[in-house]
């Protein structure tokens, strides 16, 4: 892939600011590619943000925008829309007029504003927010607004910091779902900064990893997620089931590893000390052993059951204490309660090793 | 609850001590005063030039206060620096000091015989006894009180709405024009008022700067000394109708909601 597929390109750039820092940073995003940023809180994504959108300048390294480098660019002559998490809706101007701040700031005549900012709202849904003072707004309402701030002046590139971090679950999902679909009508390039890993999975064509100022991990969402390259990436991303582990012995690239006692299968050609994980939602639970093709049945007992919606957790001592997630009907038609016995039943391919 | 009720009770009534003696003297210096003195004393032109020429300088001290004070608020709300600390309790003096200290100090720097006071001299500003020594001396222990007002205004800011408005294509001036400085309106209003009042009130520097020409403070301690107390009671009075104006003014201006 040549250079001119990249809109946006970080060349080792590091900082220090504050308690964060950005470690020797890369980065290619693809011309009109919906690229998530995932990682934990504190791990310098605002931060990273926050150099793109020329806020913050590096100490080192290079910002490359559309074939400029715009490292020292001030954030006015970038075109790059910003919406940071609290979403910072000027308090003192109505919907309308932060819509068209960044218009009238350009010069646009009142009759082009007026005709843009009515096109975009009706597409974002917030034509009838338009006279409202910001203060009365919803979160998910000021999350559309300040979207349709940041789209106004069709930036080359759009920065969303935890874009759905300050909504109640439900307004997540609705908001989620709303991203995806003006995705579709509107073509942007965006940068979506998060530490959960379903906007991930649901939202990025792309993503990295980002753990202490890091990229420790860049692909696609599913890539990311079934092959995580290490222990932090693997915790991260939703792997509950993390063991510590020996190798024992290997036939033909299935591994029998020693976990704390018990002996788990898994397709790996490593060798000693390792770290082993399954994915809750990877585990059968059964009542009895019978009839399961799996390679890893183990017994145990539940010690745990909590709700995880739309999941319940329920917590299995088989020698370790095991998450497996199944679903709310599932979990009734099994009849499961606390100290009953139950057997897991997991593939050896499920098994990460690293 | 109860208990709750009675320690409010209490501390109820030892505000209303605090209030009564507040209000003991504003309450009886009007009622002293008869209406015919007020009406001569208004008519007085010792009076009323004393009057214009405290508000005129008390304005020109406020609104130099504002040009010059405004962006320094804004530098030390948003740039950390190498002694800022200091910088800080410098700005902090002129609160700090007896007032007539604090004339001394202006008259120290900036007389004519001094080098800055000779090239003052030379634009035809000369601060001994004159409207430009109130102005100067007013400046000096009013000033401070804007521009830690304004600076509190602009820390209140989410600098957040500053990003934005620059990503969004405006420069800093601009941002600068149309977030922070109406998003800080309020503080920077309320400084200047009370700018403005301190200024108004200020004897202990006018005394050592510039007695003359005579400022209204000056003018009641004047008219105490040479004729007793009946004789400054209705400067006083007029004096305290125009401070509860402003102060009543200022309390509405202030009072509007401000922004989450």
Redesign the interface.
Known sequence: MNSDDFLLTLKSVSKRLREFRLVDVNLDVRRGEYFVVMGPTGAGKTLLL?II???HYPDSGKVILDDVDVTYL???R???????Q?Y?L???MSVRENIA??LR??KYSKADVDVIVKELSRELGVSHLLDRRV?TLSGGEQQRVALA??LA?E?KLLLLDEPLAALDAETREEVRDYLKKIRRSIAFTAIHVTHDFVEAAALGDRMAVMINGEIVQVGEPSDVMNKPRNEAVASFTGFKNIFRGAVRGNVGGLAEIDVGGIRIYAVTNRVGEVTVAVRPESIIIALEPVKMSARNILKGVIQEVSEIPPFVSVIVDVGVPMAVYLTRSAFEDLGLELGKIVYLAFKASDVMVF | MRGVDGLLLMFSAAGSLVILALLMPVVLAPLMTKPSDLATTLMDPEVLGALSVTFSAATAATIFALILGVPLAYVMARMNFAFKGLLESILSIPLAIPHSVAGILVLLAYHSRTPIGSILGNLGIVIEDAVWGIILAMFFVSAPILISSARAGFSMIDENLEHVARSLGASHLKTFLTISLPLSFRAIASGAMLTWTRAVSEVGALLIVAPYPRSIAILVIQRFESFGLSAAIPITVILLGISLLVVFIMNRVLRGGSYP
Do not use: D, T
């Open positions: 926050q959108a020329g806020i001030s954030p006015e970038r075109s790059i829309g910003y919406v940071p609290n910072a000027f308090p003192h701040y960044g700031v350009r203060s701030r940041a002046i930036p």
